[in-house]
């Protein structure tokens, strides 16, 4: 699936490039699984998804000035290293993963990707792992 900017995930954009306005708590992002099965929309907010619980899940932080930005392509991107989660056995409540989401310091959703699979852990050593990549493009006007 995409990758889907949410709208209040722009906004917070918008305020970092042109008002150098980061959010309360710092400039790093906060990468999580979510278990329910949603996709993602543009005004999709974090409460749309449920975060990942037990079998050893914790979420990732993702520090600001890590990201490798590739620009002068179109599209330009932003990536993070690859993400590895490695379980101790089964989550607690809904135990199978979808996807995975960014929020920043203050809990806004930036961006949510719905894998084209499922995963559920189930014992000790399971892995899942996620590249985060962001692409702005020059676009094609409709």
Known sequence: MAIVLADVGADVFLKIIFNDSWPAGGKNLTLKLYTNNYTPLDTSVAGDLSEAAGGGYAAKTLSNGSWTVSVGSDPSDAAYAEQTWTFTGA?????????????????????????????TPAKNGDQLRATPKFQLSKGTPT
């Open 91 to 119: 989550l607690t409540g809904t135990a199978t993963i979808y996807g995975w989401f960014i929020v920043d310091a203050a809990g806004v959703l930036i961006m949510a990707e719905k894998f084209d699979y499922s995963l």
